[in-house]
């Protein structure tokens, strides 16, 4: 009788003694800003945010600049807009807002700003 007490004793003392914190997943940070993220995540959804449209800005830039289109030639705006796959007057502005020596030293400007 005795013994089973005991060993129920030591059974609850086991339990309640055990060491939970492995279930506690440790809490995870944003690489990025350092905010509190769900597990499984490396960085938090706004900052995810961010880098994709980073991401996506500097594959922009990277296939005007590694296009083959001659800027110097009136009707870069059209064909840089199939690339992109913009319309042209959109691809100008972009270049326009985003790449602005570029534009300025790298292209030719038509006064129809509609053709470049
Ligand atoms: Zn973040």
Redesign the pocket.
Known sequence: MMNIEKKLLQFIHDKVDFDYSFYIKERMT??????E?KDGQK??????I?ENKQNKFNERVEKIINSKVNFKKFGWGVQISKILNMTSQASIRWIKKNMKDFYEKECVKSKNSKLN
Not at 30 to 35: A, N, R, S, T, V
Not at 43 to 48: A, G, H, M, P
């Open positions: 944003c690489k990025i800003c350092g905010k993220i960085i938090c959804n706004s900052c995810k961010k």
